[in-house]
């Protein structure tokens, strides 16, 4: 199945997205295991699922975090979810971390939704500057950066590491507002 960018829309997370939230990570949890170790170790279960929109939904309210839905318009399913964490006040600056359904990808869907998360990011929350971390082999990842105006500003050397204990070294993307 594949939509248009402009056929989907964005929301922040809500309670009512448990079982739906759930099945799109249940779907693509081979994939989500290599970049999200940490969000699929807490959604192993729909009950998992629960707590982890619960706690999600304390964090939006304390301004730590903001997890983004993308929804398709025509069936209202969550076909994806953005990112804004490590979110820094005294700059500020945050990160922005992403991801489809692996049926969606390259459709240019994250494109188009980073790029409305990014104006939000700037103008309803001003954020000075945002960060993307990718693997430098995660070439989808770096052409969705790169398309909405990130500039790799470096490599940090075993930043990250996989659920299997493996830690990568990862490219730094930055943009300014």
């Not at 939230?21 to 295991?33: A, G």
């Not at 399913?77 to 992403?98: D, H, M």
């Not at 980073?114 to 929350?125: A, G, K, P, R």
């Amino acid at each position: 199945m594949s939509i248009a960018p402009d056929q989907f829309h964005i929301r922040l997370m809500s309670a009512d997205d448990a079982d739906a939230y759930f099945e799109l990570l249940d779907r693509n949890r081979k994939f989500l295991e290599e970049y999200f170790p940490v969000t699929v170790a807490l959604t192993h279960s729909r009950e998992d699922t629960i707590n982890y929109i619960t706690n999600s939904l304390y964090k939006i309210e304390r301004k730590e975090f903001y997890p983004f839905l993308i929804l398709a318009k025509k069936e209202n399913t969550i076909i994806g979810s953005i990112f804004v964490k490590s979110i820094e006040w005294n700059i500020p600056k945050a990160e922005l971390a992403y991801f489809i359904d692996h049926q969606m990808a390259g459709n240019g869907i994250i494109t188009a939704a980073l790029s409305q998360v990014i104006t939000y990011c700037f103008h309803e929350l001003l954020i000075r500057k945002l960060l993307i971390k990718t693997h430098e082999t995660n070439f989808r990842s770096r052409r969705v950066a790169e398309k909405n105006g990130f500039q790799v500003e470096g490599t940090i050397r075993y930043d990250h590491k996989t659920t299997d204990g493996r830690l990568l070294d990862m490219l730094y993307y930055g943009l300014v507002r």
